[in-house]
């Protein structure tokens, strides 16, 4: 599992892992409205800059990507933790040169192409921007680069799961941050929010039977979530562990019994129990999930 403190590596991991996430979070924050077998193509993050000195400087964007709709369109989106005054210019920065990098000369003539962009704030205050633009002005006339501004805390989970928006499940604990002490301290609190991540746990174990998303992608989620988790939460033991034990812990046994009685794994059988008598799945597809005989199963529909 991922252990880091620098949750850009958790964002460029979930990126690597799970492209397919992407393809609904582009369609939300640029209003595209690709579907999720278009193709992309992933461009080197690594880019280097010409200093007045002559000298290098490397630059290491969070991700730079094509989707090759009918139109190509190249995208290039950052996670920031905390707000800041520098965000805006790096963002610039970083755009000129993935233009540049790609950029076509042709009989005297430099055309390059600046891509979406958009930051992924995971902290907000009254004070974070809902957009953020650049204006160029040049002897032909001026010219406005706007970059799409992205809040964790504008999501709610209801409207995650609505929307597809797997991509933000990692980091949803940043919209519990203020109220790690409570949780901590307080039982019935952290209970709240236990619960609140059981329901993340279930219907993502739903979207797994469906076959909505993989296995795999299921466990990147869980185990990315934890890595943001332990970090964040550090010093508070309880969350982490309250948290991090649902996220981890539904691994399924091989017998009914200890299945039913473990509360962990509680929140997989019933969603699995709900498939069937939804007529979403059939008896074997349930008996599979679960490792059990089909007999074991039509038993626990009883």
């Known amino acids: 599992m991922l252990v880091s403190n620098n949750y850009d590596t958790v964002f ?9 996430l992407l393809i609904p979070f582009v369609n939300e924050v640029f209003g595209e ?15 280097f800059i010409n200093q007045t000195d002559g000298n ?14 009918d139109i190509p369109k190249k995208y290039h989106i950052e996670c920031q933790s905390t707000a800041d005054n520098s965000m805006l210019i790096r963002m610039f920065e970083y755009g000129a040169q993935i233009a540049l ?31 953020i633009r650049v204006i160029i002005n040049t002897p032909a006339g001026k010219l406005n680069y706007e970059v799409a501004v992205v809040k964790i805390h504008s999501y709610t989970l209801e409207e995650i799961f609505h929307k597809k928006l797997l991509f933000l499940i990692p980091f949803y ?21 236990k619960a609140e991540y059981q329901l993340i746990q279930n219907k993502l174990e ?14 990147i989620l869980a185990e990315l979530s934890v890595a943001v988790i332990n970090f964040l939460a550090k010093n508070y ?29 509680q929140g997989k059988l019933d969603t699995i129990l709900e498939l069937l008598r939804e007529g979403l799945i059939s008896i ?16 626990m529909l009883k």
């Open 12 to 20: 460029r991991t979930l990126v690597n892992d799970c492209p397919d």
């Open 101 to 131: 990098d790609q950029g076509e000369l042709k009989e005297n003539i430099l055309t390059v192409n600046f891509p979406n962009s958009a930051v992924l704030y995971l902290r907000c205050t009254k004070n974070t921007p809902d957009k």
């Open 56 to 69: 290098l400087s490397e630059r290491i964007t969070d991700t730079c990507f094509e989707i090759l709709g």
């Open 237 to 265: 033991a309880e969350v982490q562990k309250g948290v991090s034990n649902i996220m981890l812990g539904a691994t399924i046994e091989t017998n009914a019994k200890k299945l039913l009685n473990q509360g962990v794994v």
């Open 206 to 219: 739903k979207l797994s039977i469906t076959g909505e998303i993989t296995e795999y992608t299921k466990r």
């Open 173 to 193: 604990i940043f919209t519990h941050e203020s109220l790690f002490s409570v949780y901590n301290d307080n039982e019935e609190q952290l209970k709240i929010l």
């Open 284 to 299: 074997s597809t349930a008996a599979q999930k679960l490792d059990l005989s089909e007999e074991e199963v039509r038993k």
């Open 33 to 47: 409205h690709f579907s999720s077998e278009t193709p992309i193509i992933f461009h080197p993050n690594e880019h």
